[in-house]
């Protein structure tokens, strides 16, 4: 078989799967990668070299995030401890606790407060640097698979495994809306993923019954239900400047969708089970990484594939897209980080 390796730049120092990473907001050649190894890397991804590793977690970092600023940088781990730490030197600001397994994290776009998602059915908020307890989010009753602020950082949108959607007032911890599988036209299945959009109105949710729902977020309708899946849905993404959306899925698939007609524009394909997928900001590209080891750029006006990147061993598990949408960063379960270029 012949090893093809269509990447400009690498990290291999966390030798076990690399299931999260992240670019820093301002200054895009600065990378955080979270693993396996109980360890998250701050590395360059213009030279490869490593800044400073981050330790503490007594196991798998399962999730990193940089602040809105870049100034602070935070890892959850599936032991429970979320980690906050100076993106310039590595020192830790605070390590706070409180929920079991870390999920998610989410930082508020507008200020220093963290969000994590957790499998014991709870969301928990914090002050940082401080690590002052803010809010905890009771409401689900399984795990929370996926979470974020809205974008303009008034409400709190998540999912749970028990179907439910909800969203939250942030300062009150009130939930506002909620949705159930008790509602027929809802999902029927755990939820695996949400996205919302820039102006804050819509949500999408993908489920494991394959299906996608539209919603208002702000009165909970069911705008419409997305079906071109024959599997569960594993991510979901809004573009920012057309009203178009995309949903990733365990069938290979990932379909485009009108989001004011409801119609799928096209269905793009990948050679195994689609892991994530993203729009690059202010740009009708999508990134798609897979089970296949690949990783996608495709214009989802025409639906033509502009970059199939290869060079991982093992499935893609998550990317960070640069702000220019020229640079990809991805961490593979075959322990490595590599860095493509459009």
């Known amino acids: 078989m012949e090893i093809v390796d ?22 895009n ?15 360059r991804a213009d030279t490869g070299e490593k800044l400073v590793t981050l330790e503490g977690h007594t196991d798998s970092v399962s999730s990193v995030a940089f602040s809105v600023s870049g100034e602070y940088v935070a890892s959850g781990g599936m032991d429970g401890k979320v980690r906050v730490w100076k993106t310039n030197t590595g020192e830790l600001c605070t390590q706070v606790d409180g929920p079991d397994e870390i999920i998610w994290l989410d930082w ?9 998602g957790a499998t014991d059915s709870t969301i928990w908020m914090w002050a940082m640097p401080s690590g002052k307890f803010m809010n905890i989010f009771n409401g689900h009753a399984a795990p929370v698979t996926a979470g974020q602020f809205t974008a303009d950082g008034k409400h709190i ?16 911890a009130a939930a506002n809306v909620k949705l159930t599988g008790a509602d027929g036209r809802f999902h029927s299945e755990p939820i695996i993923c949400v996205s919302t959009d820039k102006d804050s109105n819509l949500a999408l949710t993908g489920s494991a019954d394959g ?11 069911i705008i419409a239900s997305l079906e071109n899946h024959s599997d569960s849905i594993e991510s979901v993404s809004f573009c920012d400047v057309l009203p178009l959306a995309a949903t990733g899925s365990v069938d290979g698939k990932v379909s485009v969708w009108d989001i004011q007609t409801h119609r799928v524009r096209h269905t793009l394909k990948h050679d195994d089970a689609v892991i994530k997928v993203q729009f690059a900001s ?3 590209n999508l990134v798609t990484c897979s089970a296949d080891r690949s990783v996608r750029l495709w214009d989802t006006r025409s639906g033509e594939c502009l970059k199939k990147w290869m060079g ?29 270029k459009a």
């Open 211 to 221: 299906t996608a729902k539209l919603l208002n977020l702000h009165n909970g309708n």
């Open 312 to 340: 991982h061993q093992d499935a893609v598990l998550d990317f960070a897209i640069s702000n220019n949408g020229d640079t990809v960063v991805t961490g593979s379960d075959d322990g490595t980080c590599l860095i493509f």
């Open 29 to 43: 050649d600065i990378i955080i990668s979270g693993g396996g190894d109980d360890k998250s890397h701050i590395w």
């Open 282 to 284: 202010n740009s009708v």
């Open 108 to 116: 508020h776009p507008k200020g220093n407060v963290l969000l994590a």
């Open 157 to 172: 949108v998540t999912v749970a495994e028990d179907a439910t959607f909800i969203v939250w007032d942030p300062k009150s």
């Open 6 to 27: 269509d990447s400009v730049q690498g990290f291999f120092d966390h030798k076990e799967p690399v299931y999260t990473v992240a670019m820093h907001p301002k200054e």
